[in-house]
């Protein structure tokens, strides 16, 4: 499948959630706004009797697991190799605290799949990108394109 047509399944699966997955993302939206408290816990780097080190890992806050999985378990993520990663990885990290706001799906979908990915590769990507307040404010704005759309 080509990067454009995965693209295409991603935004037609998202027009076309059920009322009860609707009712869901809206709940991951309310259940994400109000989290207060940490979004993650460092683990590992215990040293183990051989005397090798546990590698270090982050724990992510089950809330990030089940939006996550909400969004993979639906089609919504398109993960073909996006041409226009490197926009949304800085995206991901610019200043400024309406960048969200006018974003459209697409760039929504694609920008989350950008941040799934960078959590692969470094680990606690998500929970940074948590704590700074980003995906929750892409996750709000997920949001206002299903109830303005």
Request: no cysteine.
């Amino acid at each position: 499948m080509t990067e454009q047509e995965e693209v295409q399944q991603a935004l037609k699966a998202f027009r076309n959630l059920s009322k009860a997955d609707r009712q869901t993302l809206q709940q991951l939206n309310t259940d994400i706004q109000n989290h207060r408290g940490p979004w993650g816990t460092p683990m590992g780097g215990q040293k183990n009797p051989d005397g090798s080190i546990e590698m270090p890992w982050t724990q992510n806050d089950p809330l990030i697991g089940e939006f996550i999985n909400f969004m993979y378990d639906r089609g919504l993520v398109p993960t073909t190799s996006w041409t226009g990663k490197d926009a949304a990885a800085q995206l991901l990290t610019s200043d400024g605290p309406a960048k969200y706001d006018n974003l459209d799906l697409e760039t929504v979908l694609k920008v989350i799949f950008i941040a799934t990915r960078k959590d692969r590769f470094a680990g606690g990507a998500f929970v940074r990108a948590f704590e700074a307040g980003d995906f929750p404010k892409l996750v709000n704005r997920l949001v206002q394109l299903l109830n303005n759309g």
